[in-house]
């Protein structure tokens, strides 16, 4: 968790280099420092230094100078060497204060750009690029069109396409292993829309306005339900006999919609025989007509 006012503290970080006469240091991981920040050196002579980080170069570069304030880091700090277990560390401390003219003069890019900076960075202060590219994960199923992977260089073989449309992927492990990936067939997936209207229902009478049900050897995938009427009315969405949705309308508002997709899922899952059905009823003293329609994708 980030503290408003303070740097956390940072753990005893192994110098992988000696330290230089003129402040430079050379660690695994810089993550951590910062400018302005006070760090402990230590060695295994027992030797102890208090310094100041003045410029965090890179993820292994710091330079370190004696003082608090100012840039100069031209200080000897030869004398923590990796042969004597150097490391360098910082307690929690309050963050440096950067006078408001620093702050504007460290987010203002000037000429060619003249704007104020905004853009994302990481933990070192590098901006993403083609080099430096921002860490994505994904935990999921994707679904894309075709795709053309090309390799830097002609003899590149990372992917082979056979003339079968079959693909040779290389995997390398104790030994290169090829992996033959077959193009399957396409799916054969239609959108279906079932439609009807109901006329003249009475009060307190339950009634169906449309089904569909999912022909063999087909799976289908339920994406949405519309329904509409004259009267204000309950609609409810049923699959065998379930009631798994219901909507009412008002005056004002004589259509309604049923949604069943979602960021992870586009609808509901439906096998051969299921049965999709809308009833509506009405409480209002007149006859009214109804209509809805079944949206769903039919999958072979």
């Known amino acids: 968790m980030a503290n408003e006012r303070q740097w956390d503290a940072v753990p005893p970080v192994l110098l992988t280099a000696n330290g230089t006469t003129e402040g430079v240091l050379q660690v695994a991981d810089t993550i951590g420092f910062y400018f302005g920040q ?10 102890q ?17 004696a003082a608090k304030s100012g840039l100069d880091h031209n200080l000897d700090v030869s004398a923590f060497t990796t042969t004597t277990n150097s490391t360098i560390s910082a307690a929690m401390q309050n963050k440096s204060t950067v006078p408001m003219e620093g702050r504007l003069l460290g987010t203002y890019e000037t000429d060619p750009v003249n704007a104020w900076r905004v853009k994302s960075v990481d933990p070192y202060g590098n901006p993403y690029t083609e080099t430096n590219p921002l860490p994505v994960a994904i935990d999921g199923t994707i679904s894309i069109s075709n795709v053309h992977i090309l390799g830097p260089s002609p003899s590149d073989n990372e992917l082979n396409v056979n003339a079968d449309g079959s693909i040779n ?73 379930t009631v798994i949705d219901t909507r ?3 005056f004002g508002n004589l259509n309604e919609y049923f949604e069943f997709d979602s960021p992870d899922a586009f609808g509901t899952s439906l096998n051969t025989g299921d049965v999709v059905k809308v009833t509506v009823i009405h409480y209002r003293p007149f006859l009214a007509s109804f209509e809805s329609r079944i949206q769903v994708t039919q999958v072979a």
């Open 248 to 250: 009412r309308t008002f």
């Open 38 to 47: 006070q760090a402990l050196l230590q060695n295994d002579t027992p030797s």
């Open 49 to 65: 230094l208090t310094v100041y980080i003045k410029r965090v170069v890179s993820s292994t570069i710091l330079w370190v100078g």
């Open 169 to 241: 992927v290389d995997i390398v492990n104790s030994s290169p292993i090829d992996v033959n990936v077959v193009n399957s067939a396409p799916s054969n997936k239609s959108v279906v829309n079932t439609y009807n209207e109901v006329n003249s229902v009475a009060m307190n009478s339950l009634t169906t306005i449309v089904t569909y049900t999912v022909p063999p050897s087909f799976t289908a995938i339920l994406e949405r339900v519309s329904v509409a009427g004259e009267n204000i009315a309950v609609f409810q969405v049923l699959i065998n006999g």
